[in-house]
Every structure is written in structure tokens, then in C-alpha cells.
């Protein structure tokens, strides 16, 4: 699965949600994203326009322009059907460090983070 976003909006330590840390975006098709965990849960919640899941195990993978979610076969509803969700973003270069800051807090002790920023 593949979405397009003009820019990806993190929040590493939202204090006025109890510290959750979250990443979303909206497609240039309407379509909405959301990956959110407190600190005291063992699991990542995403949300695709609407419809929650709660994982673990995830694999992201972060560069300038792609963000690249994998989970496992067995989660696939929680995106459609699919394993993985490919996200093409624009976000600017000074917004990247918020962004691989809440991505480290969602999936510390609970999934994998590999930055491949430069």
C-alpha cells in the first residue's frame, strides 16, 4: 500500500496526551495516517482513515522522502490487506530530527527503526 503527503507531522512527547508519541500525515488523496504509543503501553497503535489497530513488531524505516512501515503477515487487516505501508513524504530537512525522535519513542523495546537519513 502507498500514500503520498506533502509532510509528515510527529509529536515525540505530546504532554498534554499523557507523553504519547505520535506520527501522522494526510494523503493528497484525503486519506489519513496515525501511529501513536504512550510510553507506559507495550504496543503501537495505527490508524488508517479511521479504522485502529494495535501492533507490535513493526519495522519502519525512515529516509528523506519515504517512510516505510512492515508488519507482520498475521496484522496485515490493520493496512488493507497488505504487509506494508509505503508513505511518500516531503517533509523539510528541519522537521526530520521531530520526526526520527517520535519514531525512536513509538518503537523503543516494541519494533525496529532504521534511519536511512543521511
Same mark, same amino acid.
Given at each position: 500500500? /502507498?500514500?503520498?503527503?506533502?509532510?509528515? %507531522?510527529? &509529536?515525540?512527547?505530546?504532554?498534554?496526551?499523557?507523553?504519547?508519541?505520535?506520527?501522522?500525515c494526510?494523503?493528497? *488523496?484525503g486519506?489519513?495516517f496515525?501511529m501513536?504509543?504512550?510510553?507506559?503501553?507495550?504496543?503501537? !497503535? %495505527?490508524?488508517?482513515?479511521?479504522?485502529?489497530?494495535? +501492533?507490535?513488531?513493526l *519495522?519502519?524505516? +525512515?529516509? =528523506?522522502?519515504?517512510?516505510? @512501515?512492515? $508488519?507482520?503477515? =498475521?496484522?496485515?487487516? #490493520?493496512? &488493507?490487506?497488505?504487509?506494508? +505501508?509505503? @508513505?511518500?513524504h516531503?517533509?523539510? #530537512?528541519?522537521?526530520m530530527? !521531530?520526526?526520527?525522535?517520535?519514531? /525512536? &519513542? $513509538? +518503537? *523503543?523495546?516494541t519494533?525496529?527503526? %532504521?534511519? /536511512?537519513? #543521511?
Open positions: 500500500m /502507498q500514500l503520498t503527503t506533502a509532510h509528515l %507531522i510527529a &509529536n515525540p512527547c505530546d504532554d498534554e496526551e499523557d507523553n504519547m508519541a505520535m506520527l501522522c494526510h494523503s493528497d *488523496k486519506e489519513m496515525l501513536t504509543r504512550y510510553p507506559d503501553e507495550d504496543e503501537v !497503535e %495505527i490508524t488508517l482513515d479511521g479504522e485502529p489497530s494495535t +501492533l507490535d513488531g *519495522k519502519v524505516t +525512515l529516509s =528523506a522522502e519515504r517512510l516505510l @512501515i512492515e $508488519i507482520g503477515a =498475521a496484522d496485515a487487516d #490493520a493496512l &488493507n490487506g497488505d504487509d506494508h +505501508l509505503e @508513505i511518500h516531503s517533509t523539510a #530537512a528541519s522537521d530530527p !521531530e520526526v526520527e525522535e517520535t519514531l /525512536q &519513542n $513509538i +518503537l *523503543k523495546g519494533g525496529t527503526y %532504521i534511519s /536511512q537519513l #543521511a
